[in-house]
């Protein structure tokens, strides 16, 4: 498809009409493109989360516009197709599942849609395979890990057949382990499924694995790139109170000190590789 | 602690019985509470006995599964043979101080008796060999046709699957306020009872709060993923009649016209 899967044209969002100094978002540009990895990053209160709920009609923006494959958000009739495009992951793993057994949850978007009994289940199983829960089918989700949670939930997004997965900070109620779990799952969806994913964080080193960086401070996109150009202003993120991986940081002191090395490196490997070139 | 507590008292077995398709199960058992108050001769009371073990035995319940809701209820029990002995008018037994038994009372407290405990037996039958989900989804479909008569037959059935999805996660959300509050030296089990029930703020409050949390998210997860009430939703998970369902609504039905029949004669 020509244009970006996703636009949003100076979208300004107050949650108070009553008070229009306390702005969510504001005059916030973006574009999303079929097939990318975007990371958004941001402190608390810096309207990521505000930012994710406009891309799919959960809120609507009080100014500006967010268009969705063409379709205008603030449009009553394209809500749900918005809805079905772009799914949503959310914070809270308990939170989002709605059914007593696995199967059945991740079936409840399909239902919702009134897709065909039969064609359901196909999907069912192909969702569960892709993220790789399967052979918990017909477990209850209580008794299944935060990591494993997050996957049914993203189950249940990829049964409805969406073009963009949403994680609003999907990740950050659970131990690293289950953070390795979602993030792997969506890296592969991203790149085998050439799924479009957007996932809010304000874990740097996750942002690393994306195509691209957004960085929100107060409503606002300040800064968005590559990771590398973006982890290379250091002192810019911490005054927005975030900070670049502790591998960046120190290949950026180790820089400072004259060795040839970029300070932008994301990984251990590239540090070693740099320091300690093979011959 | 909290967390031994079981929902529903499903006991998952491999059966005939349990195999059955829940809106038979339901149906059957309306029917056969129906046909418990119609009854009138003690010879009815034992056919239908007869027929409610053999339905244990098939389902393979141990019996003192049975027995144990029995015995919670045998208070109640002696209360109604007692009260029908001595509160119905008639040929006159014995009697205590002011008190006259009665033939028909007799007659009337051994009924209610054979009832209540049939009643119960019956019903904890069914939930016994019906899992919750299984029960919401049969509850759904047979109270589908009165949704023109104003019954929220979906809301039901999505309000019950929802509370059956947080019961497990409220009682361990429960459990972990409650050693929380211990660690600050809460004490939840002495005093009379006002102060223990008063010593349960501390718990309720905070639960109270969380799961009008967990509501607000959960209808925000929902709505995403295209939720919009029963209109135009299908079900992954159809219910069929099979052979052993028609077999089973068949004898129902077969004793329900028996019984009707019997009535009417003298």
């Known amino acids: 498809m020509d244009g970006p899967l996703i636009r949003l044209e100076q979208v300004t969002h107050r949650y108070d009409p009553g008070r229009p100094d306390q702005v969510a978002l504001d005059g916030v540009d973006l574009e999303v493109a079929a097939g990318e990895f975007v990371a958004v990053v941001g402190a608390n209160g810096s309207g990521k989360s505000t930012l994710a709920k406009h891309l799919n009609a959960l809120l609507l923006p009080t100014e500006g516009a967010v268009r969705v494959a063409g379709l205008d958000t603030r449009d009553p009739g394209a809500a749900w197709e918005v809805r079905r495009m772009v799914g949503m992951v959310f914070q809270n793993p308990d939170n989002q599942i709605v059914a007593t057994v696995v199967e059945e949850d991740v079936a409840f978007g399909p239902e919702n849609l009134g897709v065909e009994p039969s064609t359901i289940r196909a999907r069912v199983k192909e969702a569960l395979a892709m993220v790789r829960m399967s052979e918990f089918r017909a477990r209850a989700p209580h008794l299944l890990s935060g990591g494993q949670k997050q996957r049914v939930a993203i189950a249940g997004i990829l049964a409805m057949r969406p073009r963009c997965l949403v994680l609003d900070e999907a990740t950050s109620m659970l131990d690293p382990s289950g953070r390795d779990e979602v993030l792997n799952t969506i890296r592969r969806l991203n790149k085998d499924e050439g799924l479009t994913v957007v996932h809010i964080t304000h874990f740097m080193e996750e942002a690393g694995a994306a195509d691209r960086v957004v960085v929100m401070d107060r409503g606002r996109v300040v800064l968005q790139g590559s990771p590398r150009t973006v982890f290379t202003q250091a002192r810019r993120l911490e005054r927005m109170g975030l900070e670049v991986p502790p591998i960046t940081a120190l290949a950026g002191i180790l820089a400072a000190a004259g060795l040839p090395i970029s300070a932008a490196s994301l990984s251990v490997e590239e540090v070693v590789d740099a320091l300690c070139p093979s011959s | ?266």
């Open chain 2, 1 to 266: 602690m909290l967390r031994d507590i079981t929902i529903g008292q499903y006991l998952a077995r491999d059966t005939a019985v349990h195999r059955l398709d829940p809106r038979t199960k339901i149906m059957s058992t309306m029917l056969f509470m129906l046909l418990l108050f119609l009854v009138r001769q003690l010879a009815g009371y034992v056919f239908l006995g007869v027929f409610t073990a053999a339905i244990v035995v098939l389902a393979g319940i141990p019996p003192r599964m049975l027995l144990r809701s029995i015995r919670s209820l045998a208070f109640i029990l002696a209360l109604t043979f007692l009260l029908q002995l001595f509160m119905t008018r008639g040929e006159p037994l014995f009697r205590l101080g002011p008190l006259v038994a009665t033939r028909e009372g007799l007659n009337m407290g051994t009924f209610m008796i054979c009832r209540l405990t049939l009643l119960v037996v019956m019903t904890s039958l069914l939930t016994l060999t019906t899992s919750p989900i299984a029960l919401t989804d049969g509850l759904e479909h047979l109270l589908r046709p009165f949704r023109r008569l104003g019954v929220p037959a979906h809301e039901l059935a999505m309000m019950m699957t929802i509370a059956l999805r947080f019961i497990p996660t409220l009682l361990e959300e429960a459990d972990k306020i409650m050693k929380a509050q211990m660690a600050r030296g809460a004490d939840f089990r002495s005093g009379n009872l006002l102060r223990r029930a008063r010593s349960l703020i501390p718990l309720l409050v905070p639960l109270f709060v969380s799961a009008f949390r967990r509501a607000d998210e959960l209808a925000l997860a929902m709505e995403a993923r295209c939720y919009r009430g029963g209109e135009g939703r299908t079900r992954m998970k159809q219910l069929a009649f099979a052979a052993r369902d028609g077999i089973a609504l068949t004898t129902v039905a077969v004793m329900f016209l028996g019984v009707l029949f019997l009535r009417g004669r003298p």
